[in-house]
């Protein structure tokens, strides 16, 4: 099972500018999340803090017993070697075939012999579907292929916890939704745990089991999906409503005076389905359910009692459909989750989940007996 990772009051500036302050949160181990935020948040800076590569100015990033943000380099170094990431551009050498490339971090970090190192990559390469274009540059490939071939380089060291930046960048919405599926499938396979920083709506409704959402220097919130996908945080209802009313601006955020004027203009339709629980992405066919599923179920009972109505109300009918199916949800219209545990999930709109596609990269694709 994935790893968990405990973030504690984590604050970081640069000079004078404030990046965000007193974050915390955990990430449960074998879960995925997702942290969105507006451009320019530090959901970047966030990643590079959980993973040691920057330090924090204060807080504590715990993983297997080691502060990322604190300890000596050394300790750091040796705890990195449980993550795999994805950079926004899959960050690939550009003068190394793909399977040098991939091959990379066990040249570096392993003493492995060239036949162990060619049976590990050739495995991933299977993984993420790029059998046949190991030998190509990265500028032959499609930026899709070049995410995968990336997503391969993060796993050569048998992650257990993956960090992913921005990983739909650059990507149309088809290669996307690939892109999804192989996140979840990855995590049906590993059990590790997964943080995404995306701003991509599509993956944030329909991958995570957790979402968080930084902006104006502070975590909004971090908690089970259907508390974000329930939120009547204005900044919240903005961002997944795509709107231009509300308090995230062009370049940051919107001065008094601009809010002022909005108010003047009266209320902002809310958008259709913008607060609906959407079903989550299962893993391709002929793999296991994941994991982390029921250990997020247990997880989250526990927590009911302390979710805003609207979000235990989703909680609650995914509860009742247990492990057969995630129910759609959509809050109640009415003021803030109107106060109410809302309709029972109808059951018409169970089934809506699109079924996992049959045709996917070769792994995922391949029969199993
Ligand atoms: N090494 C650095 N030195 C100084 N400032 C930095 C450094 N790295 C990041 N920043 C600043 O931190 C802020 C947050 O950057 P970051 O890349 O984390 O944002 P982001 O939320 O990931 O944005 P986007 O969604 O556009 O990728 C930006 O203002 C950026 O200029």
Redesign the pocket.
Known sequence: MGIEVVVEGLTKA??R?T?WQDVTLTLPPGEISVML??????????LKAVVGL?RPDRGRVLVNGVDMANSPERDIFEARKLFGLLF?DGALFGSMSLFDNIAFPLREHTKKKESEIRRIVMERIELVGLVGAERKLPGEISGGMRKRAGLARALVLDPQIILC??PDSGLDPVRTTFLSQLLVDLNAELDATILI?T?NLEIARTVPDNMGM?FLRRLVTFGPREVLLTSDEPVVEQFLGGRMAGPIGMSEEKDQAALDREALAGPVPERAGTREVVPQMRPSAGLPERRAVRRRRERVRELLHTLPPAARAAVEADLRHGDRDTAAYTVPDGPAGGGTTGPAPDPARVDTRPEAPTLLLPRFGRRRS
């Open positions: 640069f000079g500018q990046i935020g507006p451009s320019g948040t530090g959901k970047t800076v966030f920057l926004q930046d921005e920083v701003h930084l």
